[in-house]
């Protein structure tokens, strides 16, 4: 009788066996940290697109508004209406302009857009202004053509995030300054505080604490393209 032999060789796993739970569990902790880190990446990229789009919505808005110097001789005075249903609304207020208080963007009256790349559409004058363009100009560029001679008497005054001064008296005086809240929503640092007397604003690169873009328009160049335009 032959004799049986006992088979000492472990028996390979079918091809078709499924997972261990410990294998599983890896693949579950590798499959987290590849979309954790994935995640990131995109919420940096889209906020990248976002700014990117708003800059770009504000050079425009800068162009609007010295095409609208150059075709009525000054600057269009804010927007106050806070009505949507009003038929003012997104237009400028008529002369004389209200400086006293916070103004937004004539944004129907120039043809932009009403809010950047984070902003949506009010329903009611109660809703908030997140993401709506502000607005300010200096007095005298609203007040009647400007001419060669005309000088800034706002005093709109511009900061760095360091504190030091991207606008004087002297020389580059802001005569317009158009302000983006940025994805925050809110104004930061220097642009959260509305002077009527004492307007400072702040410019600088994103931040943890600060996430605003803004432009802004100085005397020199505004009287150099009327003069271009045959408007002096």
Known sequence: MPELKSDSTPRRR???AGFTLAELAVVLVILGLLTGSM???LGARLEARDRQR???????????LTGFAIVHGRLPCPSTEPDPASPQYGLEDPAPCNLSIEGRLPWRTLGMPAQ?????ARQSAGDDWAGHWRYRVDAAFVAGAVGAGTTPVSNLQIRADDGSAITTLSNSQAVAI???????????????????SAPLY???????AFDDLLVWIGRPLLVARLAQAGRL
């Open 116 to 120: 950047d790349a984070w902003g949506s």
């Open 54 to 64: 708003t800059a770009d919505m504000l050079r425009d808005i800068e162009q609007a």
């Open 39 to 41: 995640l990131v990446p």
């Open 14 to 16: 079918s091809r078709h």
């Open 202 to 208: 702040e410019s600088g690169e994103p931040s943890a």
């Open 178 to 196: 158009v302000l983006s809240t940025g994805p925050n929503r809110r104004p930061d640092g220097h642009n959260a505080s509305y002077s009527a």
